[in-house]
């Protein structure tokens, strides 16, 4: 084992870590904001080259533990469009929204809650009359403009509506995934011979109109949710089950690269919490922004099934048939978002370097599992007779990991590019390596370089990957 890069120290960014996170996710092909070119579409974003790895494997990771290794746990993949009678069922027609305050003067919406909330310090959603009031007697200022001349308080829905050939009404493209694993409980329950207590998983996407999207991806109109309602007996001993779900969801976390210490529980007080709800517990995360909701985890009693039961008049009962007992489930919905997760292993991953005396290097330490490139294929000279053989190594590589080949710049430069988008491995075939038939593999968190034999090369990356 040989080094050439010297050892280097942790030091503390100077800059907004945000803003270097927003800037290297669109330079280095993560995240793009949406429709640029037209001049942007807020709250909408897409993901590049890398992120859509990245995204992927966050996803497959997520499938992983939570479904695919689980025999209590199937999955679903529903449409978006869903019978507009659902909407009605779950109350998402009547109330799904925020409140909203506009100002008079410059035309921004905001929502209310914020607004009051950052000006005082006092958390009155769900009180339009009392906010308008502290907004109107405390004389908030617009964060925008900096007058204070607002409307009133109104609730808003943020279902985004459409329609549909040959269905009257509003069709809603759906706020959340959960409405289309209800509809088929029935039919999974009459397909598969699975017994309660179990889960239904699916990841999809859901569409709010967000009063204000913002903070790059953490609130957005058009993003994924990885979801299951997990339905349990309704004596069963909720309280375990539950706290079980939540130390899953942190270690799913930290999965991604989050340290225990950066995420917190917030338990919905008593006052707040839906009628149906006997508890709700956010998972926060500390982000550059401050602690805000990951995940979330909610016990929705009966409702979901009891609502859709009513609106459809289809029984959405389980039938125990070793106790011969009929009854309606209760529910546990972990719940967790595809993009805040992303922005979780950005932010996590995100370490500038001191090299030396003067140089620096900026790493995003992915954990192996979700990085985007595993591998970097790298010729150290771009003379054929070493571009050819790398090249074939390279394809060889590529069937087992993502792989990435490069052979501009010196090999320095290099390495700190795949440093910057969190490739764990590089792979570097020299003129040594046409006679000893071996590379050097160079790890991108010690730096350290390996000289590995070519034979031997799957197998070792495949261990250190895995
Ligand atoms: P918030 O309080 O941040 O608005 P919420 O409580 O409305 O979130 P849920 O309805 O519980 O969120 O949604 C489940 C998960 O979906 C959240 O924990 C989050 O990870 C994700 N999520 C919700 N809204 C958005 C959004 N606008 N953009 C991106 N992810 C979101």
């Known amino acids: 084992m040989k080094t050439n890069e010297e050892k280097p120290k942790k030091e503390e960014p100077v800059l907004d870590k945000m803003e ?75 109330g799904f929204g925020d409140a909203m305050v506009d100002c008079k003067e410059c035309k921004k919406r905001f929502r209310a809650d914020h607004l009051v909330e950052d000006a005082t310090g006092k958390d009155l959603e769900g009180k339009n009359e009392e906010m308008t009031k502290v907004i109107q007697d405390e004389k908030i200022k617009c964060p925008n403009c900096k007058k204070s001349n607002w409307t009133e308080v109104k609730d808003f829905n943020m279902m985004f509506k459409t329609q549909m050939n040959g269905i009257e009404g509003d069709i809603y493209l759906r706020p959340e995934t959960a409405g289309a694993i209800f509809v088929e409980f029935k039919n999974i329950v009459d397909s598969t011979r699975i017994k309660i207590p179990f889960g ?122 070793d106790k011969n007992e009929r009854f309606t489930p209760h529910i546990l919905e972990p719940t967790f978002g595809v993009e805040r997760s992303l922005l979780l292993a950005l932010v996590a991953a995100y370490e500038e370097e001191k090299i030396g005396e003067d140089d620096e290097r900026v790493v995003l330490r992915f954990p192996k599992k979700i990085a985007p490139v595993k591998v970097a294929v790298l010729p150290l000279s771009k003379k054929e007779e070493l571009s050819k053989p790398t090249l074939e190594l390279f394809g060889k590589l590529n069937e ?15 390495y700190r590019r795949q440093d910057e988008i969190g490739t764990p491995y590089c792979v570097t075939f020299d003129f040594d390596s046409l006679e000893d038939k071996a590379v050097t593999v160079r790890d991108r968190d010690t730096m350290q370089q390996e000289r590995i034999n070519i034979d031997n090369l799957v197998d070792y990356l495949k261990e250190k990957l895995n």
């Open 20 to 94: 270097k996170i927003v800037s290297l996710a669109k330079r280095r092909g993560f995240v793009y904001p949406g429709s640029e070119i037209y001049g942007g579409l807020s709250g909408t974003y897409s993901y590049g080259p890398l992120g859509v790895e990245l995204k992927n494997n966050i996803k497959q990771l997520w499938w992983k533990k939570f479904v695919s290794t689980r025999p209590d746990v199937v999955g679903v993949d529903g449409p978006i469009l869903l019978h507009p009678k659902l909407w009605e069922a779950s109350g998402h027609t009547e």
């Open 200 to 321: 239904i998983a699916q990841i999809g996407k859901a569409f709010r109109n967000e009063i204000v999207a913002g903070n790059f991806i953490f609130r957005l109109r058009e993003f994924e949710q990885m979801e299951i309602e997990y339905l349990i007996h309704p004596e069963a001993d909720w309280g375990i089950l539950f706290d079980d779900w939540i130390v899953k969801q942190e270690e799913f976390a930290m999965e991604l690269g989050a340290k225990k210490e950066d995420l917190r529980r917030l338990e919905h007080p008593k006052e707040k919490l839906s009628h149906y709800s006997k508890k709700t517990v956010d998972i926060e995360y500390k982000f550059p922004f401050g602690f805000k909701e990951l995940y979330g985890l909610a016990h929705r009693g009966d409702f979901d099934l009891t609502k859709h039961s009513e609106f459809s008049n289809e029984k959405l009962e389980y039938f125990d048939q």
């Open 400 to 414: 087992h990991f993502v792989s990435q080949y490069d052979d501009t710049q010196s090999i320095g430069k290099r």
